[in-house]
């Protein structure tokens, strides 16, 4: 009977252990995923811009074009710096919320065990005093 019991404890722990697993690398994917892709995005629209900037800086032929140009230039360098910090926080806001969602998990498990050597503890205890 003892045996069993145990058993019974060892499959209900195996359970419990592969549910977490499973919720904290669902978790680590998806924020991997997002982070991901709000950085390809980022990329590819800094891309398109310097591209855009660069294709209509190589078909300049004068002094005066040349000058136009400068301004064009900087609003350029000055977005892509924008959405380099957009894009850094918005990572750090994805990473941050990952990071409070396995919190979440590691303190209900903390919460569980502590409850369960409780238990233990009471039992213990009921069988001393009888």
Partial sequence: ???????????????????????IN????????AVFTAQLNAVQERASATFAFLTEAAQVRDLETAKTLWPKGVQVARENVERAVSTTQEVAEKTTKAAEQLGLIAKGQFEDATAKAEQAVQKVTKAVRK
């Fill in 26 to 33: 669902t978790i680590a994917i998806e924020s991997a995923q």
């Fill in 1 to 23: 009977m003892n045996l069993q019991f145990n058993n019974e404890q060892f499959s209900a722990a195996t359970r419990q252990f592969a549910d977490t697993a499973a919720k």
